[in-house]
């Protein structure tokens, strides 16, 4: 089976911080996924990236960056976090695009502090 | 623009029948997805209708009609452990867009 690893569970950051959020997947998956998930809003795309170095921009990029230096890693970055970015996040990859199954991390719950 | 409309919330009873509904507005349809996620838990997949019609594995079985822009999700013999979130979802050419969820809850 496809295993989606998020490094952390649980983080609390201070307003201001940069925060790097980690994700690495071990089935050679050309496609990597962030969504954040916020009750009564569900699962909003943030970024994705379809091969090393590409990313596109989902429907709530800003704040955000992403970083795919490696195909296994894909990592997302608040640049200056802000309370409103308190959430949960999901990182998600596939072997393809278009494809309809998704194999997602445990999720990192964040608090901005 | 792409949505999903699915009701936010539904209760039922254990060893019963639930139904949750999906209705979609896209541009380009290819099928529709369903995951569940448990409380903490990470949404996981579990089935996929390109075509009209029933598709069943197991207890869940999910429906589709394309010219209704519509599909749902059918949970048989329902036990307390389906006490989660389903959501409906819908594959384009780069992404998939998910709808807000249904909580499922289940009565004793």
């Known amino acids: 089976d496809v295993k989606v690893t998020q490094s952390s569970r649980y983080l609390v950051k201070r307003t201001g911080e940069k925060v790097f959020l980690e994700c690495v997947q071990d089935?050679?998956?050309?496609?990597m996924f962030w969504y954040r998930q916020d009750p009564g809003l569900g699962l909003r795309l943030i970024y994705f990236s379809y091969d090393v170095k590409m990313k596109e921009k989902g429907d709530i990029p800003e704040g955000y960056s992403v970083s795919r230096e490696k195909k296994e890693r894909f990592s997302l970055i608040l640049e200056s976090a802000s309370t409103n970015q308190t959430s949960m996040y999901l990182c998600?990859?596939?072997?393809?695009?278009?494809?309809?199954?998704?194999?997602f991390g445990s999720g990192t719950r964040l608090t901005v502090v | 623009g792409q949505s999903l409309e699915q009701p936010s919330e539904v209760t039922a009873v254990e060893g019963a029948i639930v139904q949750i509904n999906c209705t979609y507005q896209t541009s380009g349809f290819y099928g529709l997805s369903w995951y569940q996620q448990h409380d903490g838990g990470a949404p996981t997949f579990l089935s996929y209708?390109?075509?009209?019609g029933l598709e069943e594995t197991g207890r869940f079985s999910s429906f589709l009609s394309r010219s209704d822009s519509y599909g749902y999700l059918l949970l048989q013999e329902l036990q307390m452990k389906d006490s989660a979130s389903y959501f409906c979802?819908?594959?384009?050419?780069?992404?998939?867009?998910f709808g807000k969820g249904t909580r499922l809850h289940i009565l004793p």
């Open positions: 979802a819908v594959p384009s050419d780069d992404k998939i867009i």
């Open positions: 089935m050679d998956h050309e496609n």
């Open positions: 998600a990859s596939s072997p393809m695009l278009g494809t309809e199954k998704y194999t």
């Open positions: 209708n390109a075509l009209d």
